[in-house]
């Protein structure tokens, strides 16, 4: 049974000027699955010079093929290639630039271990590996819609180091940045993408580093000015991702209160709405607030599986989730999601490949369930 939005070509969802038609809740991933240890190795191998590079992306494109094969199985009507080849869901895009530096931004995990954004030593500023890239790949072996995650314009303005750089200015960068980003999100719709989803993972981390939310409203003004370039109907394929990070086992803003955030978020000029949900102790609070500042027109997404617990939710607390949600969004405009993607660092380890499949199998399940209950169908 596919349950799902429909993207290009796709019709499940019937729209006038007035009405929205829907026959089952739409359900979608985030975008990265745990890599093959296969793969892993092969990466390591690469930077001992022990393989060779095509011998690495021979792992890459297997991987990549593994990955959508198994989604497909899951019956899930939408899907990602698991960000198989990207070095994280964060910095695939300028991974092997020359004017990076390690020592850029630490971002700090509640179990103490730190990730390290790099830092931009020098000018001009462009991307490496666009993600339209890895779109091209996966389409190769995809059946059904692919939906391709990028990393926002306000994640990569960290790049840029608080002392500046000679010669290159911060409004220089982040003019070369906007156009970077809006060139890639422009080529996947263009290819065929069925959504593109910007990643907003530090969205409640701003918030934590700076408790004012100045650095907030500048991230949402900055991605603003990428959105606004897009016409409104190429915006109905748009959609923003927000979690408090996962890694290992771990985030790096779940204390951060989502009444801090919510407000804003919903004034991002996207359509669909992908909102960490499952792990939240008091959900109904978070649907209250979503229900309060969403706007008419926006799609919400909650997630109703939690990445981070090894444990395989079943398909009725999937539909428990889906229909609490009911009670707050209309059916007409709610889907399902997972509260993040199963490993953003390619290196992590933390959850298996089968565990990610069978998670993804009770959420397309338990959608089902729900949009039965719905009388959707």
Same mark, same amino acid.
């Given at each position: 049974?596919? %349950?799902?939005?429909?993207?290009?070509?796709?019709?499940?969802?019937?729209?006038?000027?007035?009405?929205?038609?829907? @026959?089952?809740?739409?359900?979608?991933?985030?975008?990265?699955?745990?890599?093959?240890?296969?793969?892993?190795?092969?990466?390591?191998?690469?930077?001992?010079?022990?393989?060779?590079?095509?011998?690495?992306?021979? !792992?890459?494109?297997?991987?990549?093929?593994? @990955?959508?094969?198994?989604?497909?199985?899951?019956?899930?009507?939408?899907?990602?290639?698991?960000?198989?080849?990207?070095?994280?869901?964060?910095?695939? =895009?300028?991974?092997? !630039?020359?004017?990076?530096?390690?020592?850029?931004?630490?971002?700090?995990?509640?179990?103490?271990?730190?990730?390290?954004?790099?830092?931009?030593?020098?000018?001009?500023?462009?991307?490496?590996?666009?993600?339209?890239?890895? !779109?091209?790949?996966?389409?190769?072996?995809?059946?059904?819609?692919?939906?391709?995650?990028?990393?926002?314009?306000?994640?990569?303005?960290?790049?840029?180091?608080?002392?500046?750089?000679?010669?290159? =200015?911060?409004?220089?960068?982040?003019?070369?940045?906007? $156009?970077?980003?809006?060139?890639?999100?422009?080529?996947?719709?263009?290819?065929?993408?069925?959504?593109?989803?910007?990643?907003?993972?530090?969205?409640?981390?701003?918030?934590?580093?700076?408790?004012?939310?100045?650095?907030?409203?500048?991230?949402?003004?900055?991605?603003?000015?990428?959105?606004?370039?897009?016409?409104?109907?190429?915006?109905?394929?748009?959609?923003?991702?927000?979690?408090?990070?996962?890694?290992?086992? =771990? @985030?790096?803003?779940?204390?951060?209160?989502?009444?801090?955030?919510?407000?804003?978020?919903?004034?991002?000029?996207?359509?669909?709405?992908? %909102?960490?949900?499952?792990?939240?102790?008091?959900?109904?609070?978070?649907?209250?607030?979503?229900?309060?500042?969403?706007?008419?027109?926006?799609?919400?997404?909650?997630? %109703?599986?939690?990445? !981070?617990?090894?444990?395989?939710? @079943?398909?009725?607390?999937?539909?428990?989730?889906?229909?609490?949600?009911?009670?707050?969004?209309?059916?007409?405009?709610?889907?399902?999601?997972?509260?993040?993607?199963?490993?953003?660092? =390619?290196?992590?380890?933390?959850?298996?490949?089968?565990?990610?499949?069978?998670?993804?199998?009770?959420?397309? $399940?338990?959608? $089902?369930?729900?949009?039965?209950?719905?009388?959707?169908?």
């Amino acid at each position: 049974m596919l %349950v799902g939005r429909p993207g290009p070509g796709v019709g499940d969802r019937r729209s006038t000027s007035s009405t929205v038609t829907i @026959t089952m809740l739409p359900t979608e991933p985030i975008g990265s699955i745990p890599r093959p240890a296969a793969l892993i190795e092969g990466a390591q191998g690469l930077r001992a010079r022990r393989i060779s590079q095509s011998e690495l992306d021979a !792992l890459y494109d297997s991987a990549v093929q593994d @990955t959508i094969q198994r989604l497909e199985a899951t019956g899930s009507p939408v899907i990602t290639d698991g960000e198989q080849a990207k070095h994280s869901f964060a910095t695939y =895009s300028i991974y092997g !630039l020359e004017n990076l530096s390690p020592d850029g931004v630490p971002i700090s995990f509640a179990d103490g271990h730190i990730r390290n954004f790099p830092r931009l030593t020098s000018g001009p500023f462009r991307y490496k590996t666009p993600a339209d890239v890895y !779109l091209e790949i996966a389409q190769r072996y995809a059946h059904v819609p692919i939906k391709q995650a990028v990393v926002s314009a306000s994640a990569l303005s960290l790049l840029y180091p608080q002392g500046g750089i000679p010669g290159y =200015s911060r409004e220089e960068y982040l003019d070369a940045l906007v $156009a970077e980003q809006e060139g890639e999100i422009r080529r996947c719709l263009k290819k065929g993408a069925h959504v593109v989803q910007m990643d907003f993972t530090e969205g409640r981390l701003s918030i934590k580093l700076d408790p004012t939310r100045r650095l907030l409203h500048s991230f949402i003004d900055l991605n603003n000015l990428v959105l606004e370039r897009f016409s409104a109907e190429e915006r109905k394929r748009i959609g923003v991702h927000t979690c408090p990070g996962a890694d290992r086992h =771990s @985030t790096h803003s779940a204390d951060v209160d989502y009444a801090a955030l919510l407000p804003r978020l919903f004034e991002l000029q996207a359509t669909n709405f992908y %909102v960490q949900l499952a792990s939240e102790p008091d959900r109904k609070r978070v649907l209250k607030l979503i229900r309060d500042h969403a706007k008419e027109g926006q799609w919400i997404f909650v997630g %109703v599986i939690d990445p !981070l617990n090894p444990r395989v939710e @079943t398909p009725e607390e999937v539909r428990d989730r889906a229909l609490e949600a009911a009670e707050y969004i209309r059916p007409e405009r709610l889907g399902t999601t997972d509260d993040c993607g199963f490993a953003p660092f =390619s290196d992590d380890t933390s959850r298996t490949r089968e565990t990610a499949f069978d998670k993804i199998r009770a959420r397309v $399940a338990g959608t $089902a369930l729900a949009s039965t209950v719905l009388g959707l169908g």
